[in-house]
Protein backbone atom coordinates (compact mmCIF):
# COMPACT_ATOMS: atom_id res chain seq x y z
CA UNK A 1 0.00 0.00 0.00
CA UNK A 2 1.77 2.95 -1.05
CA UNK A 3 0.83 5.97 1.70
CA UNK A 4 0.21 9.31 -0.45
CA UNK A 5 1.57 12.62 0.17
CA UNK A 6 -0.63 15.10 2.02
CA UNK A 7 -0.34 17.10 -1.11
CA UNK A 8 -2.01 14.68 -3.04
CA UNK A 9 -4.92 14.36 -0.84
CA UNK A 10 -5.37 17.81 -0.92
CA UNK A 11 -5.85 17.09 -4.87
CA UNK A 12 -8.89 15.32 -4.07
CA UNK A 13 -12.64 16.60 -4.00
CA UNK A 14 -14.77 15.94 -1.10
CA UNK A 15 -16.69 12.74 -2.15
CA UNK A 16 -13.17 10.74 -2.96
CA UNK A 17 -11.69 11.63 0.00
CA UNK A 18 -14.95 10.33 1.98
CA UNK A 19 -14.49 7.22 0.21
CA UNK A 20 -10.92 7.22 1.03
CA UNK A 21 -12.01 7.93 4.93
CA UNK A 22 -14.09 4.38 4.68
CA UNK A 23 -11.79 2.24 2.89
CA UNK A 24 -9.30 2.77 5.09
CA UNK A 25 -11.43 2.66 8.51
CA UNK A 26 -12.34 -1.06 6.76
CA UNK A 27 -8.67 -1.78 5.71
CA UNK A 28 -8.21 -1.13 9.93
CA UNK A 29 -11.02 -3.14 10.86
CA UNK A 30 -9.34 -6.16 8.78
CA UNK A 31 -5.69 -5.74 9.53
CA UNK A 32 -6.85 -5.88 13.49
CA UNK A 33 -9.01 -8.93 12.42
CA UNK A 34 -6.10 -10.53 10.96
CA UNK A 35 -4.19 -9.73 13.69
CA UNK A 36 -6.17 -11.52 16.11
CA UNK A 37 -6.89 -14.69 14.31
CA UNK A 38 -2.83 -14.68 13.95
CA UNK A 39 -2.94 -14.33 9.88
CA UNK A 40 -1.46 -10.78 9.90
CA UNK A 41 1.78 -10.98 7.61
CA UNK A 42 2.64 -7.36 7.46
CA UNK A 43 2.28 -5.47 10.65
CA UNK A 44 3.81 -2.32 9.44
CA UNK A 45 0.51 -1.96 7.08
CA UNK A 46 -1.15 -0.69 10.76
CA UNK A 47 0.77 2.29 10.92
CA UNK A 48 0.63 3.33 6.88
CA UNK A 49 -3.10 2.93 7.10
CA UNK A 50 -3.53 4.94 10.04
CA UNK A 51 -1.24 7.61 8.89
CA UNK A 52 -3.21 7.67 5.13
CA UNK A 53 -6.35 8.23 7.58
CA UNK A 54 -4.45 10.70 9.81
CA UNK A 55 -4.51 12.52 6.47
CA UNK A 56 -7.79 12.20 5.27
CA UNK A 57 -8.95 13.07 8.13
CA UNK A 58 -6.77 16.14 8.51
CA UNK A 59 -7.51 17.63 5.10
CA UNK A 60 -11.87 16.80 5.73
CA UNK A 61 -11.39 18.90 8.51
CA UNK A 62 -9.87 21.99 7.16
CA UNK A 63 -12.23 21.83 4.49
CA UNK A 64 -15.13 21.62 6.88
CA UNK A 65 -13.69 24.40 8.86
CA UNK A 66 -13.16 26.52 5.91
CA UNK A 67 -16.85 26.24 4.81
CA UNK A 68 -18.07 27.07 8.30
CA UNK A 69 -15.78 30.40 8.27
CA UNK A 70 -17.06 31.21 4.94
CA UNK A 71 -20.71 30.75 5.78
CA UNK A 72 -20.31 32.31 9.33
CA UNK A 73 -21.13 36.42 8.75
CA UNK A 74 -18.00 38.34 9.29
CA UNK A 75 -18.73 40.74 12.51
Sequence with gaps: MARPSIADVRKLNDGEISNQIDATRRELFTLRFEQA??????????KEARIKLAHLMTVQTERQREATAAAAPAS
Design 37 to 46: TRRLENPHRF
